[in-house]
């Protein structure tokens, strides 16, 4: 029995080793993944802060019936806190500034009234303690977890980094990854070609969607359906890479040599095919220093659905990173799945008045149709057929 794509997701992730962890400085860090949990450096906010620019005062002093204030000095932001003591006067205080001693409460410019050195509060405002000011530790304890292990970092955990007081984060090495195609039918973009030949575009397809996800140390190669020369550059690419991720060469051809030279290099296969159409013959294993090593399907449509629906895994797993739960979107419309193997469907997001954004069926002509893909988001997982899936089915959407 061929595992189901869950099972081999599944099997992806257990196998894969995590990265080794660096130190890396704040400014290089948007999208790696944390490796040791960050607690707060001090209360957050780390004292009573001032949230509107206005007067600081008693409220005890507006509750006995005072409305006027002798304004008796500014607190700035990033001054140490004045003292108020006499109840019938207030400071100035500026948002971001500590609250002045004495005081608890702020009232906006907005709502005042000035002269002669002295603030008039106007009638409507309803004073009280903590008005406009944000309490010391409300946000967070000193101490408190506010990052743990396998949180990819985006700009709200990069702002709680810099709080915190960290300039350097332990995070994962980013993964080095291969991504090489083989063919003796490939011919470059620039090249000259025969009739009889194709353009290679696996590399460009695979590469931009890692490029896409913030994966930067992307190389690239070519190679021949020559067992002896791919041994050899196999080799030399496991020897500098974490990841390999070949296209092409892993079917039941005379000339799909990948996964018996893989074995002969030492990297153990995992599984070879899933239940899956398209992509059904794809290879996964683990090489001898614990390389991740995929052998994708060369048909376009099969490569980057094989690419997004096992290898971003993969890459999620060598970083430590917490996993995401799928996104889920329904059908737009019954589409009917011939195959007895989980089918993988390529959509466009449309937005129906009735169910909102639904996943409209773009089937293409077969694997080697990627002229199809253009215009759509990516592609929703359907059950194994025969059967007809309904409008409405809620499925697993993976986006280019
Ligand atoms: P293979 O998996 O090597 O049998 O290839 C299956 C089909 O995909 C063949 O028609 C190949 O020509 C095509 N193919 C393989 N690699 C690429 C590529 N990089 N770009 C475009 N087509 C490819
Ligand atoms: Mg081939």
Known sequence: MLPTPAEAEALVRARVRPLPVESRPLASLAGAVLARA????????????????????????????????????????????????????????????????????????????????????????????????????????????????????????????????????????????????????????????????????????????????????????????????????????????????????????????????????????????VAQRPGKPIWFGIGPAGQTVFGLPGNPVSSLVCLLRYVMPALEALQGASPRPAEHMPLGAAFRVKPPLAFFLPVQVEHSATLGAVAMARATRGSGDFISLLGTDGFVELPPGPREVPAGHLAPLYRW
Request: hydrophobic share 45%; with cysteine; glycine share 8%.
């Open 38 to 273: 960050v607690r707060s450096e001090r209360d957050q906010p780390p004292f009573d802060r001032v949230t509107m620019d206005g007067i600081a005062f008693a409220a005890a002093a507006w509750r006995e019936g005072r409305r006027r204030f002798a304004i008796a000095g500014t607190q700035a932001a990033g001054h140490p806190p004045l003292a108020l003591t006499d109840p019938a006067a207030c400071f100035e205080a500026m948002t971001g500034a500590i609250l002045p001693l004495g005081c608890d409460c702020v009232v906006p410019v907005e709502r005042l009234q000035l002269e002669d050195g002295a603030a008039i509060v106007a009638d409507d405002v309803a004073v009280e303690p903590f008005l406009n000011v944000h309490a010391r530790g409300l946000d967070a304890r000193e101490g408190d977890m506010l990052l743990t292990p396998g949180t990819r970092l985006g700009a709200p955990e990069l702002a709680v980094l810099a709080s915190a007081g960290h300039a350097r984060a332990e995070v994962r090495v980013e993964p080095r990854i291969l991504v090489a195609t083989t063919g003796d039918e490939l011919v470059a973009p620039d090249a000259p070609i025969a009739a009889w030949q194709v353009r290679r575009s696996n590399g460009d397809a695979l590469r931009g969607a890692l490029q896409l996800r913030g994966y930067r140390r992307v190389a690239d190669d070519h190679l021949p359906d020559d067992p002896v020369v791919l041994a050899a550059r196999l080799a030399v690419h496991l020897g500098t890479h974490d990841v390999l991720v070949l296209t092409g060469g892993v079917s039941m051809g005379r000339f799909d040599h990948v996964p018996s030279v893989l074995r002969q290099l030492g990297v153990e296969e995992v599984f070879h095919k």
